[in-house]
């Protein structure tokens, strides 16, 4: 009992003591409120900052993927570039053509023309060296009109400018040639597949016009164990009258496209229509020319029939044809005459409007 008695003293004493010391706590708390709100600030903040970081904070090392065209952009690009009339691009991507007609078109606003062909006259016909294309240039003193690209089917030309980017974007400046206003690039994933045209005034190197023809590619009906090598580039290009004539080809038969290669296109840079578009089969050569209303192309391969083309400006229809022993590579006009480069044979024609 008398253990009992003193356990419970004990106690007392201890509860008393708790007692006093918490009423101590709450007597210094209430006449130190601004300790107390500092702490309560703090504690928020802290949160706060928590949140904050939680919604905003990137974590550290991060990329931030630059937005992929996609086709509603492409669209507002195509739109904005339809309506530069001054060669100043506001979008920066290309305008991007829609897929083509793979057979004859004309626009149904275009009047019918009967443009008169041109007569050509042969006044020489030999054979060549076939690797002897750089002394054909110098001893005939005709001007190439291209520029130097390092690539495996580019050698030789002028210079190219320094103005003149050799890439854009990721690709590689694959061809470039130029006449009296305009230097033509095209831009491609290697060497001999250009599908970008950027075209530049010549005096001022200022980009006029950007445009993806990556839709001018591939025809609908092909051989699929070709597929590989039916990429259709650009391979010449001029501009006349604000409207752009641009050729497209592969460069493998035309069987391997069921015969759906080598057009030119007309476009009225106006408002990016398409004109008319040509038959296949009139134009591989390096590059085409324009003499007043007719256009002259070549086309020609392996196995297949070799042509020297005349073309209306107005119409894309084939006036006139003259046949060649093979494939022609360069069509350079040089006064009133018309020389012809093919694989294995020079020919030189006079031109009689």
Request: glycine share 4%; net charge negative; aromatic share 12%.
């Amino acid at each position: 009992m008398k253990l009992k008695k003193v356990l419970l003293i004990d106690l007392l004493i201890i509860t008393a003591a708790l007692s006093g010391c918490q009423k101590e706590m709450l007597e210094k708390q209430e006449t130190s409120p601004a300790i107390s709100e500092q702490s309560q600030s703090m504690e928020g903040n802290a949160t706060e900052a928590v949140k904050k970081t939680e919604v905003t904070q990137e974590p550290e090392n991060t990329i931030i993927p630059e937005e992929k065209p996609n086709e509603a952009n492409m669209a507002d690009s195509n739109e904005e570039n339809a309506k530069n009339k001054t060669g100043e691009l506001i979008s920066p991507y290309p305008y991007l053509m829609e897929t083509p007609p793979f057979a004859y078109y004309i626009a149904e606003d275009i009047k019918n023309t009967s443009t008169i062909p041109l007569k050509l006259t042969e006044l020489l016909s030999k054979k060549n060296q076939i690797t002897d294309e750089a002394e054909w240039f110098t001893t005939n003193n005709l001007v190439q009109n291209t520029y130097s690209v390092s690539d495996l089917y580019k050698d030789g030309g002028d210079s190219l400018p320094d103005d003149i980017p050799a890439t854009w974007n990721d690709l590689t400046l694959t061809m470039a040639f130029y006449d009296d206003s305009y230097i033509y690039c095209t831009y491609g994933t290697d060497g001999s597949y250009g599908y970008i045209l950027k075209v530049y005034e010549k005096d001022s190197y200022k980009e006029a016009y950007c445009i993806d023809f990556s839709n001018y590619t591939y025809s609908p009906e092909y051989k699929e164990s070709d597929y590989n090598y039916i990429q259709q580039k650009v391979n010449g290009a001029a501009i006349k009258d604000n409207i752009l004539y641009v050729s497209h080809s592969h460069l493998t038969y035309a069987d391997s496209s069921n015969g759906m290669n080598a057009y030119i296109t007309a476009i009225d840079l106006s408002d990016m229509n398409v004109l008319w578009r040509s038959e296949a089969l009139v134009s591989n050569a390096n590059n085409i020319v324009l003499l007043d209303d007719v256009i002259i192309s070549g086309y020609g391969f392996t196995d297949e029939s070799d042509y020297l083309y005349q073309i209306d400006r107005i119409t894309g229809k084939v006036i006139a044809k003259t046949p060649l022993a093979s494939a022609a590579s360069y069509i350079i006009v040089k006064e009133d005459k018309l020389y012809i480069r093919t694989y294995h044979t020079d020919y030189v024609y006079q031109v009689t409007h």
